[in-house]
């Protein structure tokens, strides 16, 4: 499960770290042993990530994000095996993630398809009004009011076209 951040507050990921073989843990390892991808809606960002070595093999990643959105962080070592070494962050203004900013966040479902775009196009199909077919058919929400998908179907009622996730 990813966890809620707040812009601009300090955020730690705690990983171990363990020898080539995995079986004892490496000690006093610094920042620049590691290679560290922090990237912010896909894309790669510049923001500083700081890791601390711990005790016994354990470490901490650090970073400040300064914007809302989806953060991602990886940490790589070249020879050493970083374990509980990736992370992602929904970052909001807040540091509260509401229901409809899941609902309604662009490419939940995939790209283009919010998961309130497929929740109701889902239901409209399973459980709305249909009308127009077998042709061109036409879903209703559940409500009866909007048209939430159409679809174009060949003679032999395979559907070649569906539209309108709205």
């Excluded at 000690?27 to 894309?43: A, E, I, K, P």
Aim: glycine share 10%; charged share 20%.
């Amino acid at each position: 499960m990813r966890s809620v951040k707040k812009v601009g507050s300090l955020v730690a990921m705690e990983f171990e770290v363990y020898n080539a073989s995995n079986h004892q843990p490496v000690d006093s390892l610094v920042t620049g042993d590691f290679t560290r991808l922090l990237s912010v809606g896909g894309v790669d960002s510049a923001i500083a990530v700081t890791i601390a070595f711990l005790t016994s093999g354990r470490y901490r990643a650090t970073f400040t994000p300064n914007a809302a959105d989806v953060w991602r962080l990886v940490v790589r070592h070249a020879t050493h095996q970083p374990r509980g070494w990736a992370e992602t962050y929904d970052v909001t203004a807040d540091g509260v993630l509401t229901v409809d900013g899941v609902l309604d966040k662009a490419d939940t479902i995939e790209t283009g398809v919010s998961l309130r775009q497929a929740v109701r196009a889902i239901a409209a199909e399973s459980a709305g009004d249909v009308t127009g077919g077998p042709g061109v058919a036409a879903f209703k929400g559940v409500g009866g009011s909007t048209t939430r998908l159409t679809s174009t179907a060949d003679a032999n009622g395979n559907r070649t076209v569906v539209k309108n996730l709205s």
